[in-house]
């Protein structure tokens, strides 16, 4: 992807700060014409965080060190930290208006614009929050005024979405490349975020066009979302897979609002039906069983680009029962937020028509009688 590169070019300039400045702003401008807003925010953070850094060597009343940011910038911390500089000024680094307290607000600024953009009013609050500190520490009051008439505003919006649950966040989807043609990420995995509005057809034509395209068009395939034997693979084509995951939290807390599960995630899931005899999909739930596969990536989402590496994996294996008993808790679930205020009276209908009287996944009915027959 070309925001990976991008990033990547700017890492590799560490040692020169302007420039690693410059390719943050190429990045920004990528992300702002492709209507990332959630990326612009990440990515104008991370500069801020640069500018932060040489503020305060030069004791310029800027209060924030680089932990002040995790809590709106979740991947600052692999940030590294600017080097040393003996002379700055004589070896021509940082250069510019960039560099200055102008340009640190100017960024904190931009980065709550991209924030409402991206209807991420919570983290509006913690940018605010920076520029309020800094307004403080100088005395300018007028300014910190502004910042809490906006302030009210924001808060407003907030609490309106909450309420009519209009937001909507992000889909993810796990992308796996398989056989030696693709070189050093051959056998990798990336979770890939994509707009709310992205289905995984979606995806899955934009990197089919994308790759034929490159390799052409007998060269590439698709695979189903099975385990691989790479050895039975054709070595002289490029193989993929594609699957729809969701964020995963070990330990839930049911206080945590929507925001809260959708922000810094680092884990996801996704399962894959099978059966004993080699088939996906049984009609009889004694003999369905379901893969389920947890992956960690390198960085957490939202970040500086929209794709992240998968560094770990772990599988489990639930039993029919296990699969019935999973079933009719994601649908208790799925019952009692319908029951939360405000109740929307036509959703909660088809949630509990489609519980009780389900026609494509066994209902409650049939899982009785499968499990529990001999008992009842």
């Not at 932060?52 to 692999?78: H, W, Y």
């Not at 609050?125 to 505003?153: P, S």
């Not at 929307?344 to 209902?363: C, D, M, R």
């Given at each position: ?26 990045l920004t401008e990528l992300h702002k014409k492709n209507q990332n807003w959630q990326e612009v925010a990440q990515t104008t953070l991370v500069a ?31 940030e590294k930290d600017l080097p040393n500089f003996d002379n700055p000024e004589e070896e021509g680094i940082f250069q510019g208006k960039a560099f ?209 590496l998968v560094i770990d994996r772990k599988t489990i294996e639930l039993t029919p029962i296990e699969v019935a008993i999973d079933l009719l808790q ?47």
């Open positions: 992807m070309t925001s990976d590169l991008y990033y990547e070019v700017c890492r590799s300039y560490h040692d020169s700060p302007d420039l690693q400045y410059v390719w943050l702003k190429n801020a965080n640069l500018v932060a850094q040489r503020l305060k060597t030069m004791e310029m009343g800027i209060p924030q060190s680089k932990d002040r940011f995790i809590s709106v910038c979740p991947n600052i911390m692999q200055t307290l102008e340009g640190y607000l100017t960024l904190l600024q931009d980065t709550i614009y991209a924030l409402k953009r991206a209807q991420m009013y919570e983290l509006c609050i913690e940018v605010y929050n920076l520029l309020i500190e800094v307004y403080q520490a100088r005395r300018e009051y007028n300014k910190m005024g502004r910042c809490f008439l906006d302030l009210k505003h924001v808060c407003s919006l907030l609490v309106a979405v909450v309420k009519d649950k209009s937001r909507l966040f992000g889909n993810y989807y796990r992308v796996g490349f398989f056989g030696p043609k693709w070189g050093e990420i051959k056998g990798k995995s990336f979770i890939y975020k994509e707009s709310p509005t992205t289905r995984i057809g979606d995806i899955r034509s934009r990197l089919q066009e994308q790759y034929e395209n490159k390799f052409g068009k007998d060269k590439v395939e698709l695979l189903p979302n099975q385990e691989v034997d790479e050895s039975k693979l054709d070595a002289n084509k490029y193989f993929y897979q594609i699957a729809s995951v969701t964020e995963y939290c070990i330990s839930v807390d049911e206080n945590d609002s929507l925001f809260e599960r959708q922000f810094g995630i680092d884990t996801f899931i996704f399962e894959t039906p099978f059966t004993k005899s080699g088939k996906a999909q049984s009609n009889d739930m004694s003999e369905q069983y379901r893969r389920r596969t947890i992956l960690k990536t390198k960085q957490k989402f939202p970040g500086v680009t929209k794709r992240s994601n649908r208790n679930k799925v019952a009692k937020q319908e029951c939360e205020e405000p109740i929307n009276l036509k959703t909660l209908q088809q949630v509990l028509q489609g519980s009780v009287l389900a026609q494509v996944n066994a209902g409650p009915l049939e899982i009785a009688n499968v499990f529990l027959k001999k008992k009842l």
